[in-house]
């Protein structure tokens, strides 16, 4: 069987279920398990070019909303390349047409090819759905006693945590907001509020299951947060750093509840919460250490408090 894996959590799953050798071509963000992108040739190119994640978020978002209105989209296929591997599964998306190529783009792809490969789309916006994104990719691959054995792990380490939170009262929940955009400002949804609620706290800005919210600073302000987490969608631990300007020059930072507490953290997000894979649940995992260390203590947590000064 020759994979395509059009969305970084589908490579990510894909190894996991022991079908590395499988994929024929992914995405030019695949970058996980690590030296995949070294494997493997890239069948999308982002409108943005090859320096498009150097560019600064404000930057980034003003291109895509341009490329969008022009009718473009934000990532194109390169056909030919396409055409030549023949697929026998492409593995594609329509959750979000700024996180990867959209559906639409594929099937109109599919549908010119002289041999039309199968198509599986992974649209999760909770966490059940990305275990069973897991399952329905083993039943399309022939893997399924795999990922039944990889499902049930991972509702085992759910479980563990749900099981140290669930006897909290809301008092004991802190207030908290996901900031997964740092310019403009988009509060993290789909499955993160759902992370929240299970590892113990209260999500202020979104709710689980719906898209992310983009807002005004002062929606943010106004909401106290007692707990900051900063992920910004795309980018790694070190990435997310270098913009914390972004947000501590912003009226009102050293005001926020989170900010005096010393409640401010920053994760890293393509690993741990962006991507709809397997890895979510180690972020659920992370979550419940920085709500509760009292219960979740860790010697050395994947996270790190942000610095909180202008």
Request: hydrophobic residues 40%; negative net charge.
């Amino acid at each position: 069987m020759r994979i395509a894996c059009l969305l970084p959590s589908a490579t990510e799953i894909a190894c996991l279920l022991g079908l590395r050798d499988s994929i024929a071509g992914i995405t030019h963000e695949c970058d996980y398990p690590p030296g995949i992108e070294r494997e493997k040739p890239a069948l999308i190119e982002s409108c943005l070019g090859p320096e498009g994640k150097h560019l600064p978020p404000g930057e980034i978002d003003r291109r895509i909303k341009e490329t969008l209105k022009a009718g473009e989209g934000v990532y194109r296929i390169k056909r030919e390349l396409f055409e030549s591997l023949d697929f026998d599964l492409v593995i594609t998306q329509g959750l979000c047409d700024v996180c990867a190529v959209p559906r639409g783009s594929v099937l109109e792809l599919i549908a010119e090819l002289p041999r039309k490969p199968k198509a599986l789309s992974l649209d999760p916006t909770s966490l059940e759905e990305i275990l069973g994104a897991i399952t329905r990719v083993g039943e399309a691959t022939g893997t399924a006693e795999k990922a039944q054995q990889i499902v049930a792990e991972l509702r085992g380490k759910i479980a563990d945590v749900c099981a140290m939170t669930e006897d909290l009262g809301e008092d004991d929940r802190p207030r908290v907001a996901c900031i997964e955009w740092l310019d403009p400002i988009f509060a993290a949804g789909h499955w993160v509020p759902e992370m929240v609620e299970l590892a113990g706290g209260r999500d202020v800005l979104a709710k689980p299951g719906e898209v992310s919210v983009g807002m005004h600073w002062e929606r943010v302000v106004e909401a106290k947060p007692e707990v900051l987490i900063v992920l910004p969608c795309g980018y790694e631990l070190d990435e997310a750093r270098a913009q914390m300007k972004l947000l501590t020059e912003r009226p009102g930072w050293n005001d926020l509840p989170a900010v005096r507490a010393g409640r401010v953290y920053l994760v890293n997000a393509t690993a741990f919460f962006s991507r709809p894979g397997p890895r979510v649940v180690e972020g659920l995992a992370q979550l419940a250490q920085m709500l509760h260390p009292e219960r979740f203590p860790v010697a050395t947590p994947a996270w790190v408090p942000a610095a909180l000064g202008k």
